[in-house]
């Protein structure tokens, strides 16, 4: 029961991650938004399987998965940022409609 709930809850964080995915016209604000959406969907998604298999060997191999996305998701996404930056993307200004 609670491992659905997680699960429909990963999925609601993934919709509303790719409509400001597509809402954001800036570069950075999109990797800003998809890093957001890909960490903590992750962690919904692991915390529900973990419920899922029950505590045991196995969930605690899910939750070293957890704790190794939950460091390197951010630092990936970093690299990615800086380097555009460093290329010349330019942040560009958000055009209010």
Same mark, same amino acid.
């Given at each position: 029961?609670?491992?659905?709930? /997680? %699960?429909?809850? #990963?999925? &609601?964080?993934? +919709?509303?991650? =790719?409509?400001?995915?597509?809402?954001?016209?800036?570069?950075?604000?999109? /990797? %800003?938004?998809? #890093?957001? &959406?890909?960490? +903590?969907?992750? =962690?919904?998604?692991?915390?529900?399987?973990?419920?899922?298999?029950g505590f045991n060997a196995f969930s605690i191999r899910l939750a070293l998965i957890m704790l190794f996305v939950i460091f390197t998701t951010?630092?990936?996404?970093?690299?990615?940022?800086?380097?555009?930056?460093?290329?010349?993307?330019?942040?560009?200004?958000?055009?209010?409609?």
């Open positions: 029961m609670i491992g659905n709930v /997680l %699960l429909v809850l #990963s999925w &609601i964080y993934i +919709v509303f991650g =790719i409509i400001g995915i597509f809402r954001f016209s800036n570069m950075y604000s999109r /990797l %800003l938004t998809s #890093s957001k &959406i890909d960490t +903590v969907a992750a =962690i919904t998604t692991f915390i529900a399987l973990i419920f899922y298999s951010p630092i990936s996404n970093h690299v990615i940022a800086r380097s555009a930056y460093l290329n010349g993307i330019i942040i560009e200004k958000e055009v209010k409609k």
